[in-house]
């Protein structure tokens, strides 16, 4: 495809944890290896989390400094194409006047999460692309808005959305019958996680540890959406159905725990190990050691992803995949359109779940080998990228 240049927002210095790096510098570095001229762009408007003091700030001396440094190890010459903006308008990363040299000439910009705010002058990009990350959550006004009842904040959010001009979702099932994301007001194109394969590449042929890990937030700060009238909520909604699974099983089950308020005893008394999530993930590259450490990953999924069958499929648990760490992972309805069964165990109840676990524990080699498989075959950023590409220049 001919060289474009490309701008790619993100939050990986607004949440300076490793996970939330990965997710948003794979675009970066991916459109980068295809040859592309590509640029990230952190304008959200509002300030920095500081994960030590657990607070918000608008000094981000130590978030910029913690992306530079990511992505000149990650790549050379990397960091020297990013821009953070912060909430006084203050400029880190590329000055002001490269950024807009680089605003004129684009040709696509990539708002993923929603998560930058559209200047008049971003307006101005010939295609300015919707990422939706958190399927449901993004569309839960649209059933009020339709049905003319949205309160102002609706309205707002769903004007910002429809300034974009082509439209993507993790929910890859957002649109189908049997999904109940709300429909109408946007086409949804279906799309998923890039990953850089060779970033993920040296993790050693035998983990360090026998231990089924993840890296979570436990509980989200806002409410889950409410939708039809039913109450949405996050990923320890479905975690509290699986709290006897480490009693039924002589695999190790850790959890890399943060967010909200969690039942440490409880989940303790019940057999989890816990580790703090934000010492598994204070850098990038602590959390791919934390990932290459493990034997493979064990997770369930938001509420609102499961209970819509959206489709929806973790960044997290690719990375996990495509460092040959097999994954028993909650089905979201992503087995509809993905092959399971080797390297990643699908399930739906603690049966499953337990039967993806002793799978994985009697033939590790077998499943480690369909893992970077599935990994190649479903999340290559070149494949990745390239269609994402095509499909919002088409």
């Known amino acids: 495809m001919k060289k474009r240049t490309i701008i790619v927002s993100g939050l990986a210095a607004t949440y300076p944890l490793?996970?939330?790096?990965?997710?948003?510098?794979?675009?970066?570095?991916?459109?980068?290896?295809l040859g592309h001229d590509v640029y990230y762009l952190e304008?959200?408007?509002?300030?920095?989390?500081?994960?030590?003091?657990v607070t918000f700030v608008d000094d981000l001396t130590y978030h910029t400094k913690y992306l530079g440094d990511f992505l000149e190890r990650l790549q050379p010459g990397l960091e020297k194409r990013f821009c953070v903006i912060g909430p006084d308008d203050r400029h880190w990363g590329m000055s002001a006047e490269e950024l807009a040299g680089v605003v004129a000439r684009a040709d696509v910009f990539f708002n993923i999460s929603t998560t930058c705010q559209l200047r008049e002058s971003y307006a101005k990009i010939p295609v300015k692309v919707l990422i939706d990350s958190d399927p449901l959550y993004t569309q839960s006004g649209f059933p009020s808005f339709l049905a003319g009842t949205a309160t102002d904040e609706e309205k707002r959010n769903i004007a910002n959305m429809l300034r974009h001009d082509v439209f993507f979702s993790f929910g890859e099932n957002v649109g189908q019958d049997f999904c109940t994301v709300?429909?109408?007001?946007?086409?949804?194109?279906?799309?998923?996680?890039?990953?850089?394969l060779p970033s993920w590449s040296g993790a050693s042929p035998k983990p360090a540890r026998d231990a089924f890990t993840t890296v979570l937030s436990w509980q989200p700060a806002q409410?889950?959406?409410?939708v039809g009238g039913v109450q949405y909520g996050g990923k320890n909604l479905e975690f509290e159905k699986m709290l006897d699974l480490p009693q039924k099983t002589a695999a190790v089950l850790e959890l890399a725990l943060g967010g909200g308020q969690p039942p440490r005893e409880l989940l303790e008394e019940k057999g989890w190990t816990l580790r703090d999530g934000f010492s598994m993930s204070q850098t990038p590259w602590v959390y791919r050691d934390y990932i290459w450490d493990s034997f493979a990953e064990f997770s369930t999924?938001?509420?609102?992803?499961?209970?819509?069958?959206?489709?929806?499929?973790?960044?997290?648990?690719?990375c996990y995949l495509a460092s040959g760490r097999p994954a028993v992972v909650q089905d979201t309805g992503y087995s509809r359109f993905m092959e399971v069964g080797e390297g990643v165990l699908a399930f739906a109840n603690?049966?499953?779940?337990?039967?993806?676990?002793?799978?994985?524990?009697?033939?590790?080699?077998?499943?480690?080998?369909?893992?970077?498989?599935?990994?190649a075959r479903y999340f290559d950023s070149d494949v990745v990228l390239a269609k994402l590409l095509a499909d919002a220049l088409a």
Request: hydrophobic residues 40%.
């Open 18 to 33: 490793g996970g939330v790096a990965w997710d948003y510098i794979q675009y970066l570095h991916g459109f980068y290896r």
């Open 43 to 53: 304008d959200t408007g509002g300030w920095a989390y500081d994960p030590f003091n």
């Open 182 to 196: 709300p429909k109408g007001i946007i086409d949804w194109i279906p799309t998923r996680q890039p990953i850089v």
């Open 223 to 226: 409410k889950g959406p409410l």
């Open 301 to 318: 999924a938001k509420n609102a992803y499961v209970a819509t069958t959206s489709g929806w499929f973790s960044c997290r648990t690719a």
């Open 350 to 375: 603690e049966a499953e779940a337990l039967a993806g676990i002793e799978a994985v524990c009697a033939d590790w080699d077998r499943h480690s080998a369909a893992a970077r498989a599935f990994a």
